[in-house]
């Protein structure tokens, strides 16, 4: 069985965007492709923190690895001062955090090495 086909429907010839500038629509659709597939970066918003102290983004590994080997003998030092005021199960605790802490500065002493042999 034979079936007619309809003509396609009768159309305006001239585009709708006739009469805007070319150059603007491919500005424009730029803009929006790239807002929504190459969004950039938001600077980030600066939020009321409760911390007091932070470290410099800036600083190097060496640096940090050095106070952090600083800080770990200073604590060891200010331990064993205390452990000789302690007595019984309480000195025993202590000296436990002191082998700890000893053993905290010998693994940033051996990184601080790896970065910065000497």
Same mark, same amino acid.
């Given at each position: 069985?034979f079936?007619? $086909?309809?003509?396609?429907?009768?159309?305006d010839?001239s585009?709708?965007? &006739? /009469? %805007?500038?070319?150059?603007? #629509?491919?500005?424009? &659709?730029k803009r929006? @492709?790239?807002?929504?597939? *190459?969004p950039?970066?938001?600077?980030?918003?600066?939020?009321?923190?409760?911390?007091?102290?932070?470290?410099?983004?800036?600083?190097? $590994?060496?640096? #940090?690895?050095? =106070?952090?080997?600083e $800080?770990? &003998?200073?604590?060891n030092?200010?331990? /064993?001062?205390?452990?000789? *005021?302690l007595e /019984?199960?309480?000195r025993h605790?202590? #000296? /436990?955090?002191?082998?700890?802490?000893? %053993?905290?500065e #010998?693994?940033a =002493?051996? &990184?601080l *090495? @790896?970065? *910065?042999?000497?």
């Open positions: 069985m079936k007619a $086909t309809p003509n396609p429907p009768e159309t010839p585009s709708p965007h &006739a /009469g %805007l500038d070319p150059q603007k #629509l491919d500005e424009a &659709a929006a @492709i790239d807002h929504y597939l *190459d950039k970066p938001q600077p980030k918003k600066k939020q009321p923190s409760s911390q007091l102290f932070s470290v410099a983004e800036s600083a190097d $590994t060496e640096t #940090l690895l050095a =106070n952090l080997s $800080t770990l &003998a200073s604590a030092a200010m331990l /064993g001062d205390l452990t000789f *005021d /019984g199960s309480r605790f202590a #000296l /436990g955090v002191q082998q700890m802490i000893e %053993l905290s #010998l693994l =002493n051996r &990184a *090495d @790896i970065v *910065d042999p000497r």
